[in-house]
């Protein structure tokens, strides 16, 4: 992608750094995936205000850190409002859902079995 930074490994990247490897589009949820190992993923998302992502449920535990931003998480219908520098780990098989209050940024880290 032009213009876009690039993560290199074994260099150092500051958290304050981290938001600009992945940019806010209009109407729309960007991602960008870091890595995708057997292991695990660890994703960065871009979501315009407003956006969401429906209920869903995810095969393995997973946790979020808003870099940037407002979002709504609930969790087997609880819900809990972040802003950036806070995480929520959602745990698997529990239905969860996602929604920009204000746009955000996240990065997702999903550990798999």
Do not use: C, W
């Amino acid at each position: 992608m032009e213009g876009m930074k690039q993560m290199k490994a074994g260099k150092v990247e500051g958290a304050a750094n981290m938001g600009g490897l992945v940019e806010y589009q209009k109407g729309a949820i960007v991602s960008r995936t870091l890595i995708d190992e057997d292991v695990g993923t660890i994703t960065l998302f871009a979501f315009d205000e407003g956006q969401k992502l429906s209920e869903h449920t995810a095969p393995f535990d997973a946790m979020v850190y808003i870099i940037d931003g407002e979002a709504e998480i609930s969790i087997e219908k609880k819900q809990s409002r972040l802003k950036a520098g806070d995480m929520i780990i959602m745990p698997a098989n529990k239905p969860h859902a996602l929604r920009a209050i204000k746009m955000y940024k996240m990065l997702l880290i999903m550990i798999r079995e």
